[in-house]
């Protein structure tokens, strides 16, 4: 059987908040180590492609558009949080069980933590899958590059 190919894009620019990229680490209650960052995209910030490839992985999934429900999707108004810079802001997690690629503007490698941090932009290549664990099921960004 073919591996199927994952829709993939590159995001808009984002600040970035919580960066786990060096090395992974479990969510509270889980084993399961995962590297991940969470995408802040500025209100005015075009993230209409991101939308169709979060809505294409459902669809894919669910074809005949009844997922269960409750429903977990990715993208969050940041103004429901209390972190610092998550006002008036869109974010996402994205993450993976991989440790992503991270280049800096020149496609150099960046190999130290100190030159990739919380609070930094950045872009990065991210695909959406869908999930179902636990009797809960929702949507996810997969991080692939930064």
Do not use: H
Request: charged residues 25%; aromatic residues 12%.
């Amino acid at each position: 059987m073919a591996k199927k190919e994952f829709d993939k894009i590159i995001t808009p620019k984002f600040r970035v908040s919580f960066p786990q990229v060096f090395q992974a680490k479990a969510a509270p209650g889980s084993e399961k180590e995962k590297y991940s960052l969470v995408m802040l995209f500025d209100l005015k910030e075009d993230i209409s492609e991101l939308k169709n490839l979060i809505k294409k992985a459902v669809a894919e999934k669910y074809p005949d558009g009844k997922r269960p429900s409750p429903f977990t999707t990715p993208l969050k108004d940041g103004n429901e949080k209390t972190y610092e810079g998550y006002k008036d802001t869109i974010f996402c997690t994205a993450s993976s069980m991989q440790q992503p690629g991270i280049l800096d503007e020149t496609k150099t490698p960046i190999l130290d933590p100190k030159d990739f941090y919380a609070g930094c932009y950045a872009i990065a290549t991210v695909n959406a899958y869908c999930w179902t664990y636990m009797g809960k099921a929702g949507a996810s960004v997969g991080l692939q590059n930064v």
